[in-house]
């Protein structure tokens, strides 16, 4: 059984650095994409960030490239998301997810995605 368990969120003032990290269990952790999404209130959930099964590839979503960085630990099985400069329109749930078609966000309904840790800036 597959799990995927975000961790590392919370409360922060505008121009503050937060390091969000993401577990995973039950497949082979270095053989998928991996990828951070986000849900900012009243709105769909969005791609943020992801980095290919080998490491090698990175996509970033406009609004946070510069500020962000995507890394993974083969082992650790871990997932990284460090956010820097954090503005208060980063405030969101932030989804880690196993992206097993279509690079960079892979689909909605085939991902799998952990529960979400939260993230609130402060202005």
């Known amino acids: 059984q597959v799990q995927v368990v975000e961790s590392g969120g919370g409360l922060v003032q505008a121009g503050g650095s937060l390091r969000l990290s993401c577990t995973v269990s039950?497949?082979?952790?270095?053989?998928?994409?991996l990828g951070w999404f986000r849900q900012r209130p009243g709105k769909e959930r969005e791609g943020v960030s992801s980095?290919?099964?080998?490491?090698?590839?990175?996509a970033y979503a406009d609004s946070v490239q510069g500020r962000f960085t995507i890394s993974r630990d083969k082992g650790k099985s871990t997932l990284y998301l460090q956010m820097n400069n954090l503005k208060p329109e980063d405030t969101a749930i932030y989804y880690c997810?196993?992206?097993?078609?279509?690079?960079?966000?892979?689909?909605?309904?085939?991902?799998?995605w952990g529960q979400g840790t939260q993230v609130t800036v402060s202005s």
């Open positions: 039950g497949l082979t952790f270095d053989a998928y994409d």
């Open positions: 980095i290919s099964a080998s490491g090698l590839r990175l």
């Open positions: 997810a196993v992206i097993r078609v279509k690079w960079p966000w892979g689909l909605e309904a085939d991902n799998y």
